[in-house]
C-alpha cells in the first residue's frame, strides 16, 4: 500500500500536465492511505538514501528546474483542491493540509529560490 502511495505521488507532474485539471471529465477518487509514523518515515528515509549512488564527474545542475515545475505542480493541485471545495465535494484529509499549508509551503520555494542563485553549485 505505501508503495502504491508513493508511486502515484511521483507520478503526479505527470499525471497533472496530461489531464484537463479545472474540468475534467472523469474523477479520479482521493488518493486514501495511511500516514507514515515517525519510525516509518525514518525507516523510509534509509531505504531512499542506501538506494542512491554518487555519479562520478560533474552532471547537469537541475535542483532549480526541479523546484520550478514543483512549484508548478502544486499550485495546479492547490487551485484543484480549492476548486473541488467551492463546489462542495468532499476533499482528503492530505488536501486540507496542503490548503491550510500552501503559504508555508510558497514561502519556502521562494526562500530557496532566493539563497540558491542559477550558479549555485559552482
Known amino acids: 500500500m505505501i508503495g502504491h502511495f508513493f508511486g502515484r505521488l511521483l507520478g503526479l507532474p505527470t499525471r497533472l500536465r496530461k489531464s484537463s485539471l479545472p474540468g475534467r471529465d472523469s474523477e479520479e477518487p482521493p488518493l486514501r492511505s495511511e500516514l507514515f509514523s515517525a519510525d516509518q518515515m525514518e525507516q523510509h528515509g534509509k531505504l531512499l538514501a542506501a538506494s542512491h549512488r554518487l555519479a562520478r564527474g560533474r552532471i547537469p545542475d537541475r535542483l532549480l528546474a526541479r523546484l520550478a515545475a514543483n512549484d508548478d505542480a502544486l499550485v495546479a493541485v492547490c487551485n484543484q483542491v480549492t476548486a473541488s471545495v467551492a463546489a462542495g465535494r468532499r476533499i482528503a484529509p492530505a488536501g486540507e493540509w496542503l490548503l491550510d499549508n500552501f503559504y508555508l ?16 553549485s559552482r
Not at 105 to 120: C, S
Open 105 to 120: 509551503i510558497e514561502e519556502q520555494i521562494r526562500t530557496a529560490k532566493r539563497h540558491l542563485p542559477k550558479g549555485y
